[in-house]
């Protein structure tokens, strides 16, 4: 496979990275208010606490909006490719960027998390699921 940027592991971002070791999505939630939040921060972006911690989440939600680019502009990508604003089914307005694996794709599909690993990182993909 033809060599793909990773991102880099920073404390605060690598359990998002690396859950996927365990088939999880995890995302960031404040255990005062129990707000999710990403990207990670660290305070709670509604009430403000520093109790922030990763959180397995259902790793479903629905694509709310997309764009497919025809061009490879990072090394390695294969085109085209969907990339989409996934909303997590946990919290309105939770999105997370990333690839939409699926040859089709409408704004409100459902789909389902899909991890690609590279090394030490599982990235989080997002592909149709199937009822
Ligand atoms: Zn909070």
């Not at 859950?19 to 999710?36: D, F, H, K, M, S």
């Not at 990403?38 to 403000?48: D, N, T, V």
């Not at 090394?75 to 990339?83: D, I, K, W, Y």
Request: proline letters at 7%; one cysteine or more; aromatic letters at 10%.
């Amino acid at each position: 496979m033809a060599e793909r940027k990773l991102p880099r592991l920073e404390p605060e971002t690598a359990f998002y990275w690396t859950a996927g070791a365990e088939g999880v999505l995890r995302i960031q939630r404040c255990t005062e208010c129990g707000t999710y939040q990403h990207p990670p921060f660290p305070r709670c972006s509604s009430c403000g606490s520093e109790a922030v911690a990763p959180e397995a989440v259902s790793g479903k939600g629905r694509l709310a909006s997309y764009t497919v680019n025809r061009e490879a502009w990072v090394s390695g990508l294969a085109v085209p490719f969907v990339f989409g604003v996934v909303e997590l089914a946990e919290q309105a307005q939770l999105y997370v960027f990333t690839n939409i694996l699926a040859d089709e794709v409408r704004v409100g599909m459902p789909l389902t998390v899909s991890f690609e690993q590279h090394d030490d990182v599982w990235l989080p993909m997002f592909r149709e699921e199937k009822a």
